[in-house]
């Protein structure tokens, strides 16, 4: 259901394209690793996967399960909390573990929040947590890095600025581009694989913002 409304609601915001490294639909049982710059970006993720045939479980932040409606929707899609900084933090991994066996796909984002600054640019990804390493070697599962761009154009800076970005949204059709990487294996210990997934979601972020920048500036022939 999460990924449906993301997929109708999404292309009213704005203009999203798609890339892929690997065509089709996501192998069953992976993990797919995103950036994350804005609390829009979900949405864009969610879209972005549903439209190559991917509808993902995700880890989220406990806190979004008690917002009326959106809560509902995260229950009733089996979607994953994470109790940050809680003795059940740890919890959400297991959960995550079993997705995986059943062929679920799993959304987990290795930053572990947003970025503090308000303004409507992108930056690459911060430093990830081990949570994402740690999910990859109790599971085996293959890790798709993905860097999504643009989403900040939707919704950033204050409480207020954000609501505006929304309300505004249909009518700029801010440009959002997502791209997936090719899927690989963590390996090493937990610091070093940390430092392998980031540099893969940074470069999958990479190439996001160059297929942005050469929508929104096709070279003139």
Do not use: C
């Not at 394209?17 to 970006?41: C, E, F, R, Y």
């Not at 979607?79 to 003795?87: D, E, K, L, Q, Y």
């Not at 899927?183 to 940074?202: F, K, Y």
Request: proline fraction near 8%; avoid cysteine; aromatic fraction near 2%.
């Amino acid at each position: 259901m999460l990924s449906r409304i993301a997929s109708t609601l999404i292309p009213v915001l704005g203009r999203l394209s798609v890339t892929s490294d690997t065509p089709g639909p996501i192998a069953p049982g992976s993990i797919v690793a995103a950036n994350h710059s804005s609390l829009a970006d979900p949405g864009v993720v969610l879209a972005a996967l549903r439209r190559l045939g991917t509808e993902p479980v995700v880890m989220a932040a406990a806190g979004l399960w008690r917002i009326p409606l959106l809560g509902t929707v995260l229950r009733a899609g089996g979607h994953i909390p994470v109790h940050r900084g809680t003795a059940h933090a740890a919890t959400a991994l297991d959960t995550a573990a079993a997705a995986l066996a059943a062929d679920r796909v799993v959304l987990i984002y290795g930053e572990g929040g947003l970025p503090k600054h308000r303004d409507s640019h992108d930056s690459e990804p911060r430093p990830f947590r081990t949570g994402l390493a740690r999910l990859a070697a109790a599971s085996g599962a293959p890790v798709v890095p993905l860097g999504q761009y643009g989403a900040r154009r939707l919704s950033s800076g204050s409480a207020a600025k954000q609501l505006a970005g929304f309300a505004t949204a249909p009518l700029r059709r801010p440009t959002l581009h997502v791209h997936l990487g090719t899927p690989l294996h963590l390996e090493g210990d937990i610091t070093e694989a940390t430092t392998t997934a980031h540099h893969a979601v940074t470069a999958a972020w990479t190439t996001a913002a160059h297929h942005l920048h050469a929508d929104t500036h096709p070279t003139e022939s």
